[in-house]
């Protein structure tokens, strides 16, 4: 029973870069909006302790003042006593419940404090408004005054200081960028060089220098790269050890055979010595193309080499057909691009006895080249697996129905040293596509 994964509603980054990035942004972010509202909150209360015993003593100088004065000039001194937030009113003011705010409770205590014993109070709320009450006393001739309460959390924000803050916040995220980017890059770096390392093992050495770890690493890659080279090496020089050893006894044989009287016998003979010769110097073929080739890639006409490729088939008698052209150069090791499509037209020629060559150019500026067949194809399952040495879906060893399942092999691996692709496809009605695609000269 499958189970479908639900999908998730944040995009996680695929790329380490953007990953640490993003963590170190957003914790710096939300460190420092944490820090600024911690450091605002304390801002508000040590200015708002500061603001109360400011109001408490002016408060209370104000209504002695306005109580040594007599009751005719008291009105002309309260636009001078008003504050930004309270004023003085000659009257009973307006009636109300207690406050209940915490902001005027505290306002409310302090004045009490400060007045409260000398001019007996009352304190109440100003309907429809939370922060703002209303203190009632009576002076000493019993006039009645009303402070008229108002009180505010700290000092405003400077305006420069959401500026200040966001380019804060723009330093941070770009000296994160820059730490994230400068510890990224040796990894980017390593990946790249593996990338890079092709069947030639002629990837350009990373530079062993940088912090410990870094250059640690680039040098353990290093030295991965000349070991895996030293093997392909003695490889290579087993594999041609051996094959030049065997073309000796190979040939004693044949000559051997030559001198035969059973002619029914040395035909076949003969037929096991060939198939014996063709399997080594493929196999040997095989080997070279695992460690590259040595062609350099260079400027050459594909129509041209296409049409020569369609003549010497067609001179050989075989049925073999060139559609379509490319109209500009290739970037292609020539003798490599000729022996991976004559692989592929041997292929489509063995086992549907007839081949087409289409070519064609790609919106994208690619040249694909198709070898068309109408033979007994492929099963989709095995279209992979083809590629593999000596995997044959025909069980025969005879070199005319199974051969030695090294020619798609070889083609790939040339096809890779190429930095080009090869796949195969069926073709609709039957029959076999393989397709390969190459870059076109710039």
């Given amino acids: 029973m499958s189970t479908l994964s639900t999908p998730s509603v944040l995009h996680w980054p695929r790329t380490l870069f953007a ?22 909150r304390e801002r508000d209360d040590s200015m708002t302790h500061v603001m109360m015993g400011y109001v408490e003593r002016e408060v209370a100088s104000s209504v002695a003042l306005l109580d040594h004065l007599p009751a005719n000039e008291r009105a002309a001194w309260l636009p001078r006593l008003a504050r930004r937030s309270y004023e003085f009113i000659l009257g009973p ?31 109440n709320m100003v309907p429809g408004d939370k922060e703002r009450f209303q203190v009632h006393l009576k002076l000493s001739d019993g006039s009645p005054l009303t402070i008229d309460m108002r009180p505010m959390v700290g000092a405003p924000m400077s ?25 990224t890059r040796p990894l980017k770096q390593l990946a790249k060089a593996a990338d890079a390392l092709g069947p030639d093992l002629k990837a350009q050495r ?40 065997l073309q000796t006894p190979i040939t004693r044989m044949r000559l051997r055979v030559d001198v035969m009287d059973d002619d029914a ?24 193309t695992l460690h590259g080739t040595n062609e350099p890639a260079r400027r050459i006409d594909p129509d041209a080499l296409f049409e020569s490729i369609v003549d010497d088939y067609l001179d050989a008698g075989q049925d073999v057909s060139l559609r379509g052209s490319i109209g500009g150069a290739l970037m292609a090791p020539p003798q490599a691009l000729k022996r991976v499509l004559g692989n592929l037209v041997d292929n489509a020629i063995k086992y549907a006895g007839a081949a087409e060559i289409e070519v064609a150019t790609r919106d994208d500026g690619r040249a694909v080249i198709s070898v068309l ?70």
């Fill in 19 to 40: 990953r640490l990035a993003l963590i170190l942004v957003v914790g710096l972010a939300l460190a420092q909006t944490f820090s600024f509202l911690l450091t605002m």
């Fill in 206 to 245: 990373l530079p062993e220098s940088g912090p410990d770890e870094v250059a640690r690493a680039a040098k353990a890659f290093n030295a991965m790269q000349d070991r895996v080279s030293m093997y392909m090496t003695q490889r290579m020089q087993i594999l041609a050890a051996i094959t030049h050893d």
């Fill in 373 to 442: 067949d109408r033979g007994p194809g492929i099963p989709a399952e095995s279209l992979d697996a083809v590629f593999e040495p000596f995997v044959r879906l025909e069980s025969s060893r005879n070199r005319q129905t199974g051969g030695t399942g090294l020619g798609l092999a070889i083609a790939r691996q040339l096809t890779l040293a190429m930095d080009a692709t090869l796949t195969l496809h069926q073709r609709d009605g039957g029959g076999l596509e393989a397709r390969l695609v190459l870059r076109q000269a710039s």
């Fill in 265 to 288: 016998t040395g035909a076949k003979l003969q037929q096991d010595l060939k198939e014996m010769e063709s399997l080594v110097k493929e196999g040997v073929t095989y080997a070279r």
């Fill in 159 to 183: 305006g420069w200081l959401p500026l200040v803050l966001a380019l804060q916040l723009l330093v941070l995220g770009a000296c994160c960028w820059l730490a994230v980017r400068l510890a």
């Fill in 93 to 123: 003011g307006e009636s109300g419940a207690p406050p209940d705010a915490r902001l005027s409770e505290r306002f409310a205590r302090s004045i009490d404090e400060g007045i409260g014993k000398q001019y007996p109070l009352t304190v």
